[in-house]
């Protein structure tokens, strides 16, 4: 069986709804992927890693999510709300989503962030940094 082209390391301490969900609408775009548990670290910190095996990020965002959604934008909002969503039935959820790239580039997505955070996101040029969204400024900037 060949790698798959996303892997998803879910936090341990929260409920796998989220995460199955996100596997499903990869599934469903004809996209491989795998979900594995992160065991509890101290502090728990319940952040959620998207590995992916594309060296930059703006083809891989292009390819997996212009399958999701008409805009790839649109795709990425959809992946990564379904991975923060709270699910009904507890009070816990992720508190970002990182996109790792094999190169070391992270991309780190929040709650709430705007459109166009998303929109800048497909294109940018991750390979060599940590990005957060800056919403003084409204751009993604390196850590």
């Known amino acids: 069986m060949a790698d798959p082209e996303v892997e998803i390391f879910w936090p341990a301490s929260l409920p796998?709804?989220?995460a199955a969900q996100g596997q499903?609408?990869?599934r469903q775009a004809g996209i491989d992927s795998e979900c594995l548990l992160m065991p509890t670290r101290?502090?728990?910190v319940d952040v959620v890693q998207v590995l992916v095996t594309s060296?930059?990020?703006e083809p891989f965002l292009h390819?997996?999510?212009q399958r999701v959604?008409?805009?790839?934008?649109h795709g990425l909002r959809a992946f990564v709300d379904r991975l923060l969503r709270r699910p009904p039935e507890d009070s816990t959820a992720p508190t970002s989503v990182v996109f790792e790239l094999p190169t070391g580039g992270r991309v780190t997505f929040t709650d709430g962030l705007p459109e166009e955070a998303y929109k800048q996101a497909v294109g940018l040029d991750a390979r060599n940094a940590?990005?957060?969204w800056?919403?003084?400024r409204a751009l993604w900037t390196p850590a």
Do not use: I, M, S, Y
């Open 16 to 18: 796998t709804t989220g």
């Open 24 to 26: 499903e609408l990869l």
């Open 42 to 44: 101290r502090g728990a």
């Open 55 to 57: 060296a930059v990020l």
């Open 63 to 65: 390819t997996l999510f």
């Open 69 to 73: 959604a008409e805009e790839t934008h």
């Open 130 to 132: 940590r990005w957060t």
């Open 134 to 136: 800056d919403p003084q």
